[in-house]
């Protein structure tokens, strides 16, 4: 998988888990994939119980039991792609229905020089958004607008073009540099001149509990269509 592939796996791991859902991500890959991981954490700054003995049948059956009794803990198993793979051959019961969820497979060396906070919360949203039946299918990631902001096309982090939303990413920076500022209440304007509703949401929020974000963009969805 690629970086972003990766990313969007482990928010889905996030969201499945806010939900109520016990969820084990089972890293299957080198360390390059586990220190991706750990960077997403640190991102979202949850505290995660990791599983990476060399027994690996030990390590699912403890780290499926504490999903199973605590289902909104973040917890995750690193072995080897070739430990998984040889643990699930022939297995079909409820610890392999578990890892089968959970598993995410680098299949080539996942190296990355900085996970981006910002970047990451895009992709994380839009994971989210896809995985929600409301907003599933309608957003697309980093579209252009045909009208110039600044010297190039104004690009919005997340767009539905059809029910005319654009959601915006916003990092800490936005609101202390106060050129950034500024600069987002002109972008603010342009895009409402195109028609838009523009719905913003810091990336802190984002990686913690998108939730609240997913239900402000509902409530804008629901005005386009015309629903109470």
């Not at 199973?68 to 392999?96: C, K, M, Y």
């Not at 939303?165 to 209440?185: K, L, Q, S, V």
Request: glycine share 4%; hydrophobic share 45%.
């Amino acid at each position: 998988m690629e970086v972003e592939q990766l990313l969007r796996r482990f928010a889905r791991d996030q969201w499945v888990r806010l939900h109520g859902t016990p969820r084990v991500t089972v890293l299957a890959g080198d360390d390059q994939l586990l220190a991706l991981y750990r960077s997403w954490l640190a991102i979202t700054d949850a505290k995660v119980a990791f599983f990476n003995s060399a027994d690996v049948e030990r390590s699912i059956r403890d780290a499926c039991a504490l999903a199973s009794n605590a289902p909104s803990e973040t917890v995750a198993v690193h072995a080897s792609r070739q430990a998984i793979e040889a643990w699930r051959a022939g297995r079909s019961d409820r610890l392999a229905a578990m890892v089968t969820e959970g598993v995410v497979v680098a299949t080539q060396s996942t190296s990355f020089a900085h996970l981006d906070a910002r970047s990451a919360a895009e992709l994380a949203f839009f994971e989210v958004l896809e995985a929600t039946p409301a907003t599933a299918g309608r957003f697309q990631l980093n579209e252009s607008l045909s009208v110039r902001f600044g010297s190039k096309a104004c690009e919005v982090d997340l767009l539905s073009r059809g029910d005319r939303i654009a959601i915006e990413i916003d990092g800490f920076h936005h609101f202390t540099d106060p050129e950034n500022y500024r600069r987002d209440r002109r972008k603010d304007l342009l895009m409402q001149q195109q028609g838009l509703i523009v719905v913003r949401v810091l990336a802190e929020d984002v990686m913690a509990d998108p939730r609240p974000g997913i239900n402000l963009v509902i409530q804008a969805l629901a005005s386009r269509l015309g629903k109470p």
